[in-house]
């Protein structure tokens, strides 16, 4: 792990771990001989906004659960330019590839706000995934709607205007965040334009121009860094 993004470990307290274990969706039914057994080696650690989770080429040794805060995944070209990956959020677990392989990181995971994370060696998530056909299964289908949502999203980097992208990308969130209220599907994800930009490959600028465009034509209302969409019908045939 790259080790500028380490916060000092707090007094390890297993009884504290065991309770954040059983909030993650994934160990949902898991014997509790088995939860204490993983409570042994799990860390737990806290990350501050817009700190480094790890770094391309930092060791994959670990999988990371997100108890509280907001995780970015993203990749980064020599030249600067960012693609998002995917943003997780509490009860979420990501950097998940190393338990097949343990080879370094690909990708960035940033903090994007105040976070607590729990660290589980990789080894001790393979040897539970072996061990406990339900959890594996659980396992597998969370990969495969990563796999899904990453395919979706290439066939709209390759066929998909700028609108199109941003009405999916919209709707999407909205799915994942939103709630209902009396103007619209309030999304609870505050999110910046370049941060729209990254996810679908555009630039802050054109994504400000669509969203213009957007909240004319009624589709979306704009309350700073909140979106609600106000038309999904409308949003939906964009694309």
């Not at 916060?7 to 001989?33: Q, T």
């Not at 999407?172 to 709630?179: A, I, N, S, T, V």
Request: hydrophobic residues 45%; contains cysteine; positive net charge.
């Amino acid at each position: 792990m790259h080790q500028a993004a380490k916060e000092p470990a707090p007094p390890r307290d297993e009884r504290r771990v065991l309770w954040y274990l059983r909030k993650i969706p994934l160990f949902e039914g898991v014997a509790s001989e088995r939860l204490r057994a993983l409570a042994a080696v799990v860390e737990i650690r806290e990350f501050r906004r817009r700190q480094i989770v790890y770094l391309p080429g930092d060791p994959g040794e670990h999988v990371f659960f997100l108890q509280g805060g907001r995780v970015k995944c993203s990749k980064v070209s020599r030249d600067g330019k960012e693609l998002t990956l995917d943003y997780h959020g509490p009860g979420a677990f990501f950097g998940e590839l190393c338990v097949f392989a343990g080879a370094p990181r690909e990708e960035m995971a940033e903090a994007m706000k105040n976070a607590i994370v729990a660290l589980l060696p990789r080894e001790a998530l393979r040897d539970l995934i072996f061990a406990d056909p339900v959890l594996a299964f659980r396992f597998a289908q969370v990969l495969a709607q990563r796999r899904r949502s990453a395919e979706t999203r290439l066939e709209h980097f390759v066929f998909r205007d700028v609108h199109a992208k941003l009405a999916a990308l919209l709707l999407e969130l909205g799915r994942e965040y939103g709630h209902e209220t009396e103007d619209g599907i309030k999304v609870d994800l505050k999110i910046t334009h370049q941060e729209m930009a990254n996810l679908i490959g555009s630039t802050r600028e054109t994504i400000s121009l669509a969203l213009a465009s957007f909240r004319k034509r009624n589709l979306v209302n704009l309350l700073g860094r909140t979106v609600v969409l106000v038309d999904l019908e409308g949003l939906a045939a964009l694309c």
